[in-house]
């Protein structure tokens, strides 16, 4: 059985979360934690999460980690056998962790912590946030998933990755990131009320105690 490292709080643990359970493969949670320590980074050569483990060793990186199941188990298909399709999946997909995520993760401490964040940086977060969604507009198809009638990795990064960031725009710069993209908002409603998603979110919840116990301790 396929074993998942990581913990409930984490975006992109939650991402091969959900598409573990879309497909319908059985798999094992195990919390771990990323850091610097020898014994994670004999599992997680960078120290972060996720890891899959699976009979043949461990598989690190998100993205790397989506395709692996894709290739390798049975189910729902999260991307499409066509090469232009699937190309255009895995492009939104990484269109929306270079140019919404990371942009938006620069001020997670401020918006998710109360930790502040120099206005120089932030001012770059807006900015970078404002093209990065402009681009998520003209490339996403919104009919009704991001890339098109099936749900894909890509509404996987949509959930996980454009919400937080969603959540940024508003904490801390007042605006609405998808006041006009209403398909992409309309789609985001509707992930949310996902079965295998409110599972998810219910983990994270769960979670969250400890996890800010563990961000205070290292302030």
């Known amino acids: 059985m396929l074993k998942l490292y990581g913990f409930c709080v ?39 999460v996720p890891v899959l483990k699976t009979e043949q060793g461990f598989v690190n990186e998100t993205s790397v980690i989506l395709e692996y199941i894709e290739q390798t188990q049975a189910g729902k ?22 140019y919404i995520e990371l942009p938006g993760r620069a001020c997670y401490a401020e918006a998710f ?6 206005d120089a940086i932030k001012e770059k977060t807006k900015a970078e946030l ?11 198809t919104f009919s009704p998933y991001v890339a098109g009638d099936r749900l894909s990795i890509a509404d996987l990064y949509f959930l996980y990755s454009v919400s937080l960031a969603l959540q940024v ?24 009320q996902n079965p295998h998603v409110q599972r998810i979110a219910a983990d994270r919840d769960a979670a969250m105690p400890e996890f800010l116990a563990m961000v205070a301790a290292k302030r």
């Open 10 to 48: 984490s975006n992109y643990y939650n991402m091969v979360k959900l598409a573990l359970l879309e497909k319908g493969v059985p798999f094992e949670e195990v919390p771990f934690y990323g850091s610097q320590a020898p014994e994670v980074l004999a599992i997680s050569p960078r120290g972060k």
């Open 77 to 98: 298909p999260l991307l499409p056998s066509d090469p232009f399709e699937r190309a255009q999946v895995l492009a939104l997909c990484r269109e929306i962790e270079l």
């Open 113 to 118: 912590f109360g930790m502040p964040v120099a």
């Open 130 to 140: 404002l093209l990065g969604f402009a681009s998520l507009g003209r490339h996403g």
């Open 169 to 192: 725009g508003r904490k801390l710069f007042d605006i609405d990131l998808l006041a006009d993209m209403p398909a992409a908002k309309a789609l985001m409603e509707r992930l949310e």
